[in-house]
């Protein structure tokens, strides 16, 4: 497995203003993804993070909402901005690659409020 | 593109029974399916997966089936306990991708 770190685990903020969330992982892994995951529901991939180059936005996503990045194999950024409401969720960065046996593994989350 | 249903949204059950979880898929292209548990406040944990070449995989008191057929897989826990309530996910991933597409959750509860 890995272990991946992500900061903040919650924030409280103010519509209009932007968050940047950070996520640390201990080895480098091929791939890393972020997801939403709103109050009592299931998981909703956003983007696939890609190492040096734009990322891969879901149907429904777009770049200049949840800008990524990724400078190298072990982090990766997602930025909420222009926040609303209807942006309070769980942002969970997540990691997979034939180094981790081709399995999926989470982390903490940031839960976000916005008011 | 995949579908997977999982049933029921809420299970409730007495400290030592079991608890099965139940989900199908659509595509029969999907071949690894894993099964996450969140508890309150955390992400998800992968706790168990099986691989379409696979009728069934344990370890400890859980266990998942899969039934490629009738494109099913199931999750079932023995002896609960309330340390196991918590929501749990399963998923399905077509071969050759990475992302697997997920079931809408399952609340266990389990009273003591």
Redesign the interface.
């Known amino acids: 497995?890995a272990v991946?770190s992500?900061k903040p685990s919650r924030d409280i903020c103010q519509r209009g203003t932007s968050l940047t969330i950070q996520c640390q992982v201990d080895s480098q892994v091929t791939?890393m993804?972020w997801y939403r995951q709103q109050p009592g529901?299931?998981?909703t991939?956003i983007a696939?993070a890609n190492q040096g180059s734009e990322a891969t936005y879901e149907s429904g996503f777009v770049i200049d909402k949840f800008p990524i990045s990724r400078p190298n194999l072990t982090f990766s950024t997602l930025t909420v901005s222009n926040m609303s409401p209807e942006d309070s969720s769980i942002y969970?960065c997540s990691v997979?690659?034939a180094e981790l046996g081709?399995?999926?593994?989470?982390?903490?989350?940031t839960?976000l409020s916005v008011l | 593109g995949e579908n997977v249903e999982q049933h029921p949204s809420t299970l409730s059950v007495q400290e030592g029974d079991s608890a099965v979880i139940k989900c199908t898929y659509s595509d029969s292209a999907s071949n690894y399916f894993p099964w996450y548990k969140q508890e309150l406040g955390k992400g998800p944990q992968l706790i168990i997966d099986i691989r379409s070449n696979v009728g069934e995989k344990k370890d400890q008191r859980i266990a998942v089936t899969l039934n490629k057929t009738a494109k099913h897989f199931s999750l079932h826990i023995t002896e609960t306990q309330p340390e196991d309530s918590a929501v749990y996910f399963c998923a399905a991933t077509r071969g050759g991708s990475y992302i697997p597409t997920f079931g809408r959750g399952t609340s266990l509860i389990v009273h003591p």
């Open positions: 497995s991946i992500q791939m993804f529901q299931s998981l991939l696939t969970l997979e690659g081709g399995k999926l593994f989470f982390g903490s989350g839960q």
